[in-house]
């Protein structure tokens, strides 16, 4: 077997590339299923239109953006074989599982209920039709479980032992590998920043329609629901993310050691380097603004308490430091940001004006996209961190790639690139053009979906004049 | 046999039984995808599409369920056979990206319809056909060597697995025939059994040469056919074919709507057991076995307990949402 660097590379882009495309679609479904739930027990509950009405707006998003999550999560099922043979072959037995319980337990879940979901009120009536929501939504978080319980088990392994043939399987019952030590912060980091992560695109859309028009009665209640879970959820996963880092730093140091971009020891209190240019070479961070002492008390709660850098781990162990140095202050300073923004909300409610302070709408605007560049830059931090191994400390990545010859994972990296910027691009397109169009009294079920609304929506008409109105309405 | 090899046995039949739910389930899907330009664009192919709308998702969770299963029951052959078929693969992949956002985007944006109904029927014609291609490359043999594949990027294309990648794309066909002709009336049902007198005998040829071919792939084929007890079964094949051909035919005379669905999916289950006989007791003929390949005692036990419990749920949790999705279709959708 042979391993050509310039394979292993584009193999990691590969993978990077596809995982990265792909979180987008889950981190806002998972959200969504949720918010749509809420949405129709709130409709079951008072009986009010507008929650129908909401609900059935966020459903057609729902559909296109959960279905370019299910294709791109199939290419991530396979390519853990094609491109990392491997690491599938030593780690199949105790990750392989964990997956399968993933597709039998989510997956199945999901895709089973989401047709009545979609297209099944008519048919199976309201309550039955909130169930099917429900299980979507619950299919949406066991997948989250199981998927994050695998990659926190390459994180820290725990749990395991190691075969004759090099393979790693479990040891002794399979809670300690299911539970493993980063695990629960990384479940509720992930799920708390999918929610938030929906909040903002939520209350994008709705500040995007009150600055049209402030009076918009549906646009008013989506950026409300969005501004609460904002204002209450982003001080709580800045706390989370703290606890995520603390357990870092015990179980992953380097990693810390890089986000932190603390390349030499401190043995008497770190600085917290707010920026500087990470030199990878040279092992030094150049032009660093850095608060002193102030890293050892956020990571030991000590002002003076020594924090160990990369120069105490072997240079072949040691994590790319100017991405996960980059990639961290992204997430964090979007997180403020979010902080602010629920912030900003409660003033603007204390002050009786939420729908009507234009700057509150401009920033809760701007901050749509924010919890999609924050879960991908957090995933890159992660990720990236954890070089140069695949199963933390025991199986490195350039022992877990498939041998592969580096112009066949060119050829199927361009074509990973055009595919999915084109088709992803698409759907975006296709999201935002939803988005844009104002929610209302009486909003239109999915276009295929069953024929009751056929004298309101005439087929050929949908041909002609789509772009500045929803084609499916009135 | 040991506890280990029962355990083993069990994985590989509940994985043949996903991937044969995924062949037969998708399978329509796909056909319907590939038959979709010689519909008429409307109504008929608004119709097409609308009777799969609903069950395509669910239908499709079979693969990944083939997929990870493989991976956690048995991971050496996963690793082995995912990147020996590294290029049919990613081609497949790509394809199923565009035939599965095609539902969506098609209703999304009216102007480009016609560009994701050919989307659609692009991506499930090359996933058809790298299925095929998949089946032929395992059947005649992957080059191992210790635990890794050894062999050539072009290994996978022979003669051979362009007829498997052909049989798979023309089964298809008539399965989506047939599921349009069971779900659809009026002008769709009617051009759908106009295709379906078109693909059956396809397909018999295909079933007949792919069944004709295989013997002759290695000598181990054809012993594993032609000697007891496996001969009693290879006996009835004929026979069993030629009742099954002759249903079909009566069906289509009297136009009954369940019956050629049916019966080409009996034809399907035959097929799935005549592969199992070549295959069995190898994953990868002549190199790995099950056994070989399986991993520990423990990992496929946690499983069975998940899949014990999580399978017949799935099956009625799925029975119920084509239940509640039963009969005709129309072109906007189930009524």
């Keep these: ?474 | 046999m040991t506890d280990g090899t029962v355990l083993t046995n069990i994985w590989a039949a509940i994985l043949a039984f996903a991937v044969f739910m995924y062949v037969v389930m998708d399978g329509f899907d796909l056909g319907i995808g590939i038959l979709f330009p010689i519909f008429g664009v409307g109504r008929e192919r608004d119709t097409a599409m609308n009777s799969i709308a609903p069950v395509w998702d669910g239908n499709e969770t079979w693969l990944v369920l083939g997929g990870g299963g493989l991976l956690a029951a048995f991971p050496l052959a996963y690793s082995i056979v995912m990147s020996s078929l590294y290029a049919p693969l990613i081609a497949m992949l790509l394809a199923l990206v565009f035939r599965g956002v095609a539902f969506e985007f098609r209703w999304r944006d009216p102007a480009h319809r016609l560009i994701w109904d050919f989307a659609f029927t692009a991506g499930s014609l090359v996933a058809a056909f790298t299925q095929g291609i998949t089946l032929g490359a395992l059947l005649q043999g992957i080059h191992v060597e210790g635990r890794a594949y050894a062999g050539g990027w072009w290994d996978w294309l022979t003669p051979f697995s362009v007829l498997t990648g052909v049989s798979v794309v023309a089964a298809y066909s008539l399965l989506g025939a047939c599921w349009l002709n069971w779900k659809t009336d009026g002008e769709t049902q009617k051009h759908a059994r106009r295709l379906m007198r078109v693909w059956a005998p396809v397909t018999l040829a295909c079933i007949l040469a792919v069944s004709l071919a295989t013997p002759f792939l290695g000598t181990q084929y054809f012993e594993r056919w032609f000697t007891m007890p496996r001969v009693l079964f290879t006996a009835q094949v004929p026979l069993v074919i030629a009742i099954l051909t002759w249903r079909f035919v009566r069906s289509l005379r009297r136009d009954y709507e369940l019956a050629p669905f049916v019966i080409t999916l009996s034809v399907f289950a035959l097929s799935f057991v005549g592969l199992g006989i070549s295959m069995y007791p190898y994953l990868i003929p002549n190199s790995v076995t099950l056994q070989m390949a399986a991993s520990p005692a423990s990992s496929q036990a946690f499983m069975l307990v998940g899949a014990g419990v999580m399978v017949p749920l799935i099956l009625a949790y799925t029975a119920w949402s084509y239940w509640v999705f039963r009969g005709k279709v129309a072109h906007q959708g189930y009524h």
């Excluded at chain 1, 209190?269 to 500087?276: E, K, Q, S, T, V």
């Design chain 1, 1 to 474: 077997m042979f391993h050509d660097a310039d394979a292993l590379l584009l193999a990691r882009i590969q993978f990077g590339f596809t995982v990265s495309f792909h979180f987008i679609f889950p981190a806002f479904s998972i959200g969504l299923a949720s918010f749509l739930a809420v949405l129709e027990m709130l409709w079951l509950k008072t009986g009010k239109a507008l929650y129908l009405d909401l609900f059935k707006y966020w459903l057609k998003i729902f559909a296109v953006a959960f279905a370019m999550g299910v294709v791109s999560g199939i290419v991530m099922a396979y390519q853990f074989g094609t491109n990392w043979a491997v690491f599938s072959d030593k780690a199949g037995p105790v990750i392989g599982p964990l997956m399968a319980y993933e597709v039998l337990t989510a997956f199945f879940l999901e895709a089973g209920f989401l047709g009545v979901m979609l297209f099944g009120m008519q048919k199976v009536g309201k309550r039955l039709h909130f169930f099917a929501t429900l299980m979507v939504a619950v299919g949406t978080f066991i997948s989250a479980f199981w998927i994050l319980s695998v990659n926190s088990w390459m994180q820290t392994p725990t749990g395991y032992a190691v075969n004759a043939d090099g393979q790693f399987v479990p040891a002794a019952g399979w809670a300690p590998i299911i539970f493993n030590p980063s695990f629960p912060f990384r479940l509720v980091h992930t799920v708390i920043a999918a929610y938030l992560t929906t909040a903002l695109a939520v209350g994008a859309v709705g500040a995007w329609h009150l600055l049209k028009n402030s009076k918009q009665a549906h646009a008013r209640k989506m950026f409300s629901m969005a501004m609460w879970m904002a204002a209450l959820v982003a001080p709580v996963q800045i706390l989370v993310g703290d606890l995520h880092g603390l357990n870092t730093l015990e179980h992953q140091p380097a990693k810390v050691m890089a986000m932190e971009g603390h390349y030499q020891s401190h043995p008497d209190g770190a600085p917290l380097i707010l920026f500087g240019i990470p030199d990878d070479a040279g092992q030094r961070m150049e032009h660093a603004v850095e608060i002193p002492r102030l890293s050892s008390l956020i990571l030991k709660h000590d002002l003076n308490a020594p924090l160990a850098g990369l120069d105490t781990i072997r240079p072949e162990n040691r994590p790319p430091v100017k991405v996960v140095f980059w990639t961290f202050r992204v997430m964090v300073g979007l997180g403020f940001l979010m902080l602010a923004l629920g912030a900003s909300s409660l003033l603007a409610r204390a002050r009786g004006k939420v729908y009507d302070w234009r700057w509150l709408l401009r920033f809760a605007l701007v901050m749509g996209p924010a919890g999609f560049v924050a879960v991908i830059a957090g995933w890159m931090t992660t990720e990236v961190g954890r070089q140069p191994f695949t199963v933390y400390g025991l199986l490195r990545t350039a022992e877990s790639a498939s041998p592969l010859a580096a112009p066949a994972v060119a050829t199927s990296l361009i074509a990973f690139v055009i595919v999915y910027f084109a088709v992803f691009g698409m759907g975006t397109w296709y999201l935002l053009k939803l988005m844009s169009h104002a929610p209302h009294a009486h909003e239109s079920d999915l276009q295929n979906a069953p024929a009751h609304a056929a004298g309101i929506t005439p087929a050929p008409a949908l041909a002609g004049g789509v772009s500045s109105r929803d084609p499916a309405h009135d």
